[in-house]
């Protein structure tokens, strides 16, 4: 099949001169739709816009109902039907700024962006990237590490898919509040680290990361675990995830347009449209048409979409890679198991003793989202039985009466809503204190591990 040459393989300068000739416009409407803002996205195009624009929107938190995207030439022309989280329509006039500054000629949303979800500024922390085999207890063992190397961690997000771990983590010195930037204890934090994730004898890679910089941690956890290869088959509990939860992908060209088409169609969450976009974008192919609906129980998303070389899919392998990673992508981020929320006091060691409680009541962590805000803490936990059992209210409750029933609270009715988990989806065995403090110890982490 011929190949199209890009219309989005330019010189970077002359997209440069473009968007200052043709900057983005960005217009809020609140007449169209009874039940949601319309934002209007006009900008010269460019690789990654319209990643760029559904990653502030992502950041926003926003909740996309509906989305039409065409970006077919030198052009770039988007409506996105939005709300806030409560299902409310959007007022807030910095919105419009906010998308502005993303795909300006010198865009960076991240840095428009310092306060929003998954933003940390460069010269407040140090970034931990992790990837490993997942098991029961490792994350109470990670935090652990950090917790006596010293280290204060700020905020991070860990998640688990298809028995792997991907984590971003910053992380500052206990006693200054400041980034780690010494060479010789950033090297001892990752071999330290790297020890944690090889005690299982991890058959693939494990990797740590350490570095001082900003980092979006979700597009960085999608890249992580993509590179891991999370979407391979082969891996053991593969077939895990229920029928009902299962993301529909359809790979298919369209031959009088040249263009590959994918559909998909799964039940709806917050940041699904980030997740698809994100992951397409990471595979290198160009989305140059979109529909998206999201108005009840389930999403429908389709994309009209070529390789960056101009060309659409032309192997069954390709094609069934694409579908493989798309179905991880949308599932990384499914919260299995009940959600805990921890709100308090920041102290040192905090998380490597919540964890710890989680390990010693055989509950595993599946998610984790960790923020700090001034001298408070918002933790966020997925936890689900570490041995593949359902977690019991009695559990849960002992839980709470150890870390305090004031600061950790569970979602109602998560008890019945929670699906028993399959064995091994999560972990590879139930790791009790005793184990945990002894491979600690063998570290030369602790004194004791009687």
């Known amino acids: 099949m011929d190949c199209w040459s890009p219309s989005l393989a330019v010189d970077d300068e002359f997209q440069k001169l473009a968007l200052r000739v043709n900057p983005p416009r960005v217009t809020v409407d609140n007449g169209t739709s009874r039940k949601a ?19 502030v929107l992502n950041d926003l938190n926003l909740i996309v109902r509906r989305a039409y995207i065409s970006s077919d030439g030198e052009w770039f022309m988007d409506v996105f039907h939005v709300t806030d989280q409560q299902g409310n329509k959007l007022y807030d006039d910095g919105i419009a700024e906010c998308i502005q500054q993303s795909l300006g000629p010198r865009a ?15 010269s407040e922390h140090t970034t931990i990237e992790l990837t490993g085999r997942d098991r029961a207890g490792l994350l109470s063992e990670v935090f652990a590490v950090l ?93 895990s995830a229920s029928d009902r939860s299962k993301p529909f992908v359809t790979v298919e060209n369209c ?24 992951t397409l974008t990471d595979m290198q192919y160009v989305v140059y048409h979109a529909t998206v609906i999201a108005e ?49 006091d920041d102290r040192a060691g905090l998380l490597s003793d919540v964890t710890r409680i989680f390990r010693e009541n055989s509950l595993s ?49 998560m008890y019945s809503k929670s699906p028993p988990q399959e064995s091994g989806r999560f972990s590879l065995g139930n790791l009790f204190r005793t184990r945990s403090e002894k491979f600690l110890y063998n570290l030369g982490l602790i004194k004791s591990c009687s």
């Open 296 to 344: 009840g129980p389930e999403a429908y998303q389709e994309y009209y979409i070529r390789h960056t070389d101009g060309c659409p899919i032309s192997s069954e392998g390709e094609r069934q890679r694409v579908i493989h990673c798309l179905e991880a992508a949308i599932r990384r981020r499914t919260s299995e198991g009940i959600r805990l929320e921890l709100c308090g």
């Open 147 to 239: 917790a006596e190397l010293k280290c204060n961690v700020v905020a991070g997000e860990v998640w688990t898919h298809n028995s792997r771990m991907a984590s971003v983590v910053y992380i500052t010195d206990e006693e200054t509040g400041k980034p780690i930037d010494d060479p010789l204890r950033l090297s001892e934090i990752k071999e330290f680290l790297l020890n944690v994730l090889k005690a299982d004898k991890d058959m693939r890679t494990a990797n740590t990361a350490v570095s001082v910089g900003s980092t979006h941690k979700e597009r960085r956890l999608h890249q992580m675990m993509y590179a891991d290869r999370d979407y391979d088959l082969h891996s053991a509990d593969s077939g």
């Open 37 to 55: 803002t319309l934002i209007k996205v006009d900008s010269a195009n460019k690789r990654g816009s319209l990643l760029e624009v559904v990653q």
């Open 108 to 122: 960076r949303s991240f840095r428009a962006l310092r306060s929003s979800v998954g933003v940390q500024a460069a």
């Open 365 to 413: 962590v599946t998610r984790a989202e960790v923020m700090t805000r001034g001298s408070q803490v918002v933790n966020v936990f997925y936890v689900t039985g570490a041995s593949g059992n359902p977690v019991t209210s009695e559990t849960i409750e002992a839980v709470r009466q150890e870390i305090g029933l004031t600061i950790l609270r569970v979602e109602e009715d």
């Open 255 to 278: 031959a009088d347009k040249g263009y590959t088409v994918v559909n998909l169609r799964c039940p709806d969450r917050p940041k699904l449209l980030f997740d698809t976009v994100c």
